[in-house]
């Protein structure tokens, strides 16, 4: 078996690398309004850019200081969301981590899961040191998915998005390679 794809599967859910084919979901993700409030975009992307992306990314995490995968449903093969590595520090051997679940299927355990099998790859194959995520105060969803897979919070940036004309805090949570 491929030491990859061992990493990578899990009991309900897969992550695979991003395909041409993957152009329409991402093109979904991306252009949530809804996304927009946690990343540090606020515009579409076109299906253009989308396509460029596809061709000109190695989906390398040494590359590109990036790594985007499908999350894949491993009963029916359809992607239900991307998860990131982005930020790579390879000095510190660091990076930041990003969920984005297609509304359809949210509260099924997806994120959780594909957390998990992320944290395992980026500790055990990678390694990593350690990896964060910033996420809105007010998004228990989200924060219930990093606490149960060992991120503890870290620190609080206040007022660091804006939201609907109102600034925000993010919680700063980190999970080390222990």
């Known amino acids: ?3 990859q794809s061992a990493y990578l599967s899990g009991t309900d859910v897969c992550l695979r690398a991003l395909e041409p084919e993957d152009l329409d979901f991402i093109y979904q993700i991306e252009n949530n ?3 927009w409030t946690v990343s ?3 515009v579409p992307y076109s299906r253009y850019a989308i396509r460029k992306y596809l061709a ?5 995490l040494f590359a590109d200081r990036q790594l985007r995968l499908v999350v894949v449903q491993r009963s029916t093969g359809v992607a239900v969301g991307l998860i990131d590595l982005f930020s790579y520090d390879p000095m510190h051997a660091r990076a930041e981590v990003g969920i984005a679940v297609h509304e359809d299927y949210r509260r099924r355990g997806y994120a959780t899961q594909a957390l998990r099998l992320l944290c395992d790859y980026a500790f055990r194959f990678l390694p990593l040191h350690q990896l964060t995520a910033c996420v809105l105060l007010g998004n228990e969803a989200s924060l219930r998915v990093f606490r149960s897979c060992g991120f503890t919070e870290c620190g609080v940036l206040r007022q ?3 939201v609907g004309g109102t600034y925000q805090d993010a919680l700063v949570l980190q999970r080390l390679n222990e």
Do not use: E, I
């Open 33 to 35: 309004p809804s996304h």
């Open 40 to 42: 540090d975009f606020s």
């Open 1 to 3: 078996m491929n030491t």
């Open 160 to 162: 660091w998005w804006r």
């Open 56 to 60: 000109d990314s190695r989906n390398d």
